[in-house]
């Protein structure tokens, strides 16, 4: 009796313990899903307007590379498939990737997305090959693109690398930086340092904040999960799993947070997400 007797208050605490656990998550997720959000937009994105990001190569001239772009997006059948609505208008823009190939000299190369691309570990290790690769100059680039949009994936971490950065294009003053170039990339360290600096200049996520949220959302605590970038940047999925769905799209948007998915192939179906982004990042 006295052993049925312990079990029995055992299963009573346990079960307390749990009704107090599933109202303390419930009051959790109630409280940050209340939680007021401003928005910030520093002119990159326009309302009614689907930006398409496009792969071309910097060392083109800078006419090739804008026809190439338009021509790519207007072959797209990612986009022409889409049945867009009628008010919404496509701009296309462009995808380089940024790396510093010596200390305080960066160049911009033509972006490489492999089969594998979405994987963390694979991204991390690109710098091997970046010395290599052909670019040009960040600065003139920077100058020849002051009108459009541009997507930089920064795959280097140098140490202090966002400083000289940060330096070296405000040092180039080109008027309304923000509103044509946003930073993105697999380092962590080294956006968020970058984004403290320059505040008002536009930053991306990485896979890691997608991990991240789904992993909150897998506990029914998404509007828990923080996110410190203006904007949500990732495939739709990672080595077959879902990185972001309609429940995160909904969330994001709640938020004001920008959303641009991609790479895309041809036969991801981004429209199922209910809610359209404010961007796409097309293959080559």
Not at 23 to 49: C, D, H, R, V
Not at 61 to 69: D, G, I, L, T, W
Not at 70 to 90: G, R, W
Not at 258 to 282: A, F, R, T, Y
């Amino acid at each position: 009796m006295g052993f049925f007797g312990n079990a029995m208050n055992v299963l009573k605490i346990l079960t307390a313990v749990l009704f107090v656990l599933a109202f303390f998550f419930i009051s959790l997720n109630k409280i940050f899903k209340n939680t007021p959000y401003a928005e910030y937009n520093s002119g990159f994105f326009e309302k009614n307007q689907l930006l398409v990001f496009q792969v071309v190569d910097p060392q083109q001239s800078f006419e090739q590379r804008q026809s190439v772009a338009k021509e790519h997006v207007q072959a797209s059948k990612a986009i022409s498939n889409a049945e867009l609505p009628s008010t919404v208008s496509i701009q296309a823009g462009f995808h380089y990737d940024l790396v510093e190939i010596s200390e305080g000299k960066f160049q911009v190369q033509k972006s490489s997305f492999e089969k594998d691309q979405t994987s963390v570990r694979r991204e991390g290790r690109m710098q091997t090959a970046m010395t290599q690769t052909p670019g040009v100059d960040l600065i003139p680039f920077l100058k020849e693109h002051s009108s459009d949009r541009v997507l930089l994936r920064i795959l280097s971490n140098n140490e202090d690398m966002h400083q000289r950065l940060s330096q070296l294009i405000a040092n180039a003053k080109i008027p309304e930086f923000e509103k044509h170039f946003l930073f993105y990339g697999p380092y962590q360290n080294v956006i968020l340092s970058l984004k403290d600096l320059q505040p008002s200049w536009m930053f991306g996520s990485s896979f890691v904040d997608a991990i991240r949220w789904n992993i909150w959302k897998g506990f029914y605590l998404l509007p828990v999960a923080s996110l410190k970038s203006d904007v949500w940047i990732s495939p739709l999925q990672l080595k077959k799993r879902s990185l972001i769905d309609s429940e995160i799209m909904t969330e994001l948007h709640r938020r004001y947070k920008k959303v641009i998915l991609g790479p895309l192939e041809i036969q991801d179906d981004w429209k199922s997400l209910g809610e359209l982004p404010e961007g796409l990042i097309l293959l080559d």
